[in-house]
């Protein structure tokens, strides 16, 4: 069964400092992968997406993607309070429309 | 530009009963998927439809759910007899083009079977 793993936190880090986000995947056919951040109660919001190995850098955030490895990862710089959220990662293993997405890592940015 | 409709967003059913759960995608969008997400889990694929057609229903349970996405309304899942295993938030996306990248989520309907 093709999966995606995420450590399911909370990670705490106080304001200021690098968040990292880390979730590996059981396909080494994935094409590509996509970072949601879930407010709690609120629907997922696509922060990133990363299909070639290496960095992607989009602002505060990071994305990381090492196949050879099958790992994902994503750095959030100077976090805030407002990053406190649920990441999702997500990987399009099947197909180009159906997404398998791992528990998601409740991040808690502390003031 | 509304974003994706989905209503209602609360929804209380007696095991047994029927939830019929609807939404309404951007102007534009013809690709609508669906997901379930369990309490502290993420979300799972159920089924993807395009208008009038059921393109990928392998996520969704074979007895009790349907779904569908008429030529005229929202697309509708529907959930009968059901029990309390089918509590979850169930969200549902759109798309103009089949690319997760272009898809945007609705708020989610949040299902409590008691």
């Known amino acids: 069964q093709k999966e995606v793993e995420q450590n399911s936190g909370p990670l705490s880090v106080p304001e200021g400092a690098i968040a990292s986000l880390n979730c590996t995947y059981s396909?080494?056919?994935?094409?590509?992968f996509f970072w949601y951040r879930q407010y709690s109660g609120k629907s997922p919001e696509l922060i990133m997406f990363?299909?070639?190995?290496g960095d992607k850098e989009d602002g505060r955030f990071t994305a990381q993607l090492n196949k050879a490895s099958q790992y994902v990862s994503l750095l959030i710089r100077d976090s805030q309070p407002s990053d406190s959220a649920t990441y999702l990662c997500?990987?399009?293993?099947?197909?180009?429309?159906?997404?398998?997405f791992g528990s998601g890592t409740r991040l808690l940015v502390r003031p | 530009n509304a974003g994706v409709m989905q209503n209602p967003r609360h929804l209380v059913r007696r095991r047994g009963q029927e939830a019929r759960l609807r939404c309404s995608p951007m102007?534009?969008?013809?690709?609508v998927y669906w997901y379930r997400q369990l309490p502290e889990e993420g979300l799972k694929f159920m089924v993807y439809?395009?208008?009038?057609?059921?393109?990928?229903e392998s996520g969704m349970p074979k007895e009790r759910f349907s779904a569908e996405f008429p030529k005229e309304g929202p697309s509708i899942l529907r959930i009968q007899q059901v029990v309390r295993g089918d509590s979850a938030a169930y969200f549902c996306?759109?798309?103009?083009?089949?690319?997760?990248?272009?898809?945007?989520f609705g708020q989610g309907t949040r299902l409590t079977v008691v």
């Open positions: 996306a759109s798309s103009p083009v089949v690319q997760p990248t272009e898809a945007f």
């Open positions: 396909d080494r056919g994935s094409q590509s």
């Open positions: 990363i299909y070639s190995n």
């Open positions: 997500a990987g399009d293993m099947d197909s180009s429309y159906k997404l398998i």
């Open positions: 102007k534009g969008h013809s690709h």
């Open positions: 439809l395009q208008k009038e057609n059921i393109i990928d």
